[in-house]
C-alpha cells in the first residue's frame, strides 16, 4: 500500500524567505505526482503536476522536483508572501494513474 | 470552464438519515472522482467514474456509501443510515485525461448531529 510522508507537518517563516516542503512514497512505481494547495474549508487547487517521467515542473515562484527512484519530492517556494500562508498536499497516483494517494500536509504561515 | 461545482456546501443531519451530495465537474472532463477528508488528513479515495462506468468502487467506506454518474456528466454521491463517523469533507475533482492534473471542488461538509 503506498504511504505518502510529508515534512516538516508545519512551518514558520518570514515573508521574503525561500523554503522547501518535502514529500516522501513508499512505492516508486507511480503514474504521476501532483502538489496541491489547500486554504482553510476549501478545496484542493492544484499547483503542479510531475509525470513519472519527469524530474521537475516550474509555475511562477514554484518549483517541483521528482525523484522516482529515491521515492522523493520536494517543492520550493521563492521569495514566500503572507498570501503563500495554506496547507501543501503531495499526492502521488499508481501505474493505474487514477486514484490519488495524499499525505496529510504541510501547514505553511508566511508572516509578514 | 466553471471549475468542479458541488453541493451542498454544507450539510447537517441527524444520525440514521439519507443524505446525497451531488458533483457537476469541468464540462468535456470524462473522468470524475470522490474523495473524503477529515480534520487533519489528507483526502482520501472513495470511487472513480470514467464517463458514466464506475471503474474503481472497493475504496468505498462501506456499503452505506454508493455513488453513481448516470449520463456521464454530474455524479451523485449518497450515504444511507448516517453514523457519527461520517461527519468529513466529501471532495469531488474531474479530469480530462491520464496525463491532466485533478481539478476538485470545494467539498460538501457533512455534520451528523
Known amino acids: 500500500k503506498q504511504e505518502v510522508t510529508q515534512i516538516p507537518a508545519a512551518l514558520s517563516v518570514p515573508e521574503g524567505e525561500n523554503l522547501v516542503l518535502n514529500c516522501s512514497f513508499t512505492d516508486s512505481a507511480i503514474y504521476n505526482l501532483q502538489w496541491f494547495r489547500q486554504d482553510p474549508g476549501k478545496g484542493l487547487t492544484s499547483l503542479l503536476l510531475i509525470q513519472s517521467s519527469q524530474r521537475e515542473q516550474t509555475s511562477g515562484r514554484l518549483n517541483a522536483s521528482l525523484d522516482k527512484s529515491s521515492g522523493r519530492s520536494t517543492l520550493y517556494i521563492a521569495a514566500s508572501q503572507p498570501g503563500d500562508s495554506a496547507t501543501y498536499l503531495c499526492a502521488v497516483s499508481g501505474d493505474s494513474g487514477y486514484a490519488l494517494n495524499f499525505g496529510k500536509g504541510t501547514s505553511l504561515l508566511v508572516t509578514p | ?113
Open chain 2, 1 to 113: 470552464d466553471t471549475g468542479v461545482s458541488q453541493d451542498p456546501r454544507h450539510k447537517i443531519t441527524k444520525r440514521g438519515q439519507n443524505v446525497t451530495f451531488r458533483c457537476d465537474p469541468i464540462s468535456e472532463h470524462n473522468r470524475l472522482y470522490w474523495y473524503r477528508q477529515t480534520l487533519g488528513q489528507g483526502p482520501e479515495f472513495l470511487t472513480y467514474f470514467q464517463n458514466e462506468a464506475q471503474l474503481e468502487k472497493s475504496r468505498l467506506l462501506s456499503d452505506r456509501f454508493s455513488a453513481e454518474r448516470p449520463k456521464g456528466s454530474f455524479s451523485t454521491l449518497e450515504i444511507q443510515r448516517t453514523e457519527q463517523g461520517d461527519s468529513a469533507m466529501y471532495l469531488c475533482a474531474s479530469k480530462a485525461d491520464e496525463n491532466q492534473p485533478q481539478h476538485f471542488g470545494d467539498g460538501t461538509r457533512l455534520s451528523i448531529l
